[in-house]
C-alpha cells in the first residue's frame, strides 16, 4: 500500500514562504515519480511539480518556475516543495501524489496514488 502524507501547510502572507513536506515509503520514492498538485475552491485540480525516481529530472508548471523548488531526502524518505514568494492565487489544497511510472507526466489527473492534502493559504 502507497502511503503519502503531507505536512507543512497553513497561513502566510503574500510575498512569504512556506516548505511542504510528503513522508511516504523508501520503495515509492524509489520507483514512482512523485509530485504535488493542488486544488483550489471552484478549480480543477492541477499540477504543480514532480520529481522522477530514475534520475531525479524535475518538471514545474509555469506558474511554479522560479517560485517553487521540489526536492527529495533518500535518507528520511521525504519529498519537499519549497514555496517562495507566495501570491493570493497560491491558495489551495497541495496533494502529495505518486505515478507508478517512474517519470513525471505534468499530468495532475495521471497520479495513481494521493495523500490527503494540506491546506495553503496565502492572505495578508
Known amino acids: 500500500q502507497v502511503q503519502l502524507a503531507e505536512s507543512g501547510g497553513g497561513l502566510v502572507q503574500p510575498g512569504g514562504s512556506l516548505r511542504l513536506s510528503c513522508a511516504t515509503s523508501?520503495?515509492?520514492?524509489?520507483?514512482?515519480?512523485i509530485g504535488w498538485a493542488r486544488q483550489a475552491p471552484g478549480k480543477e485540480r492541477e499540477e504543480v511539480s514532480c520529481i522522477s525516481s530514475y534520475d531525479g529530472t524535475t518538471y514545474y508548471a509555469d506558474f511554479a518556475k522560479g517560485r517553487f523548488t521540489i526536492s527529495r531526502d533518500k535518507v528520511k524518505n521525504l519529498v519537499y516543495l519549497q514555496m517562495d514568494r507566495l501570491e493570493p492565487e497560491d491558495t489551495a489544497v497541495y496533494y502529495c501524489a505518486a505515478d507508478v511510472n517512474y517519470y513525471c507526466s505534468g499530468i495532475a489527473d495521471e497520479y495513481d496514488y494521493w495523500g490527503q492534502g494540506t491546506q495553503v493559504t496565502v492572505s495578508s
Open positions: 523508501e520503495y515509492t520514492l524509489d520507483n514512482y515519480a
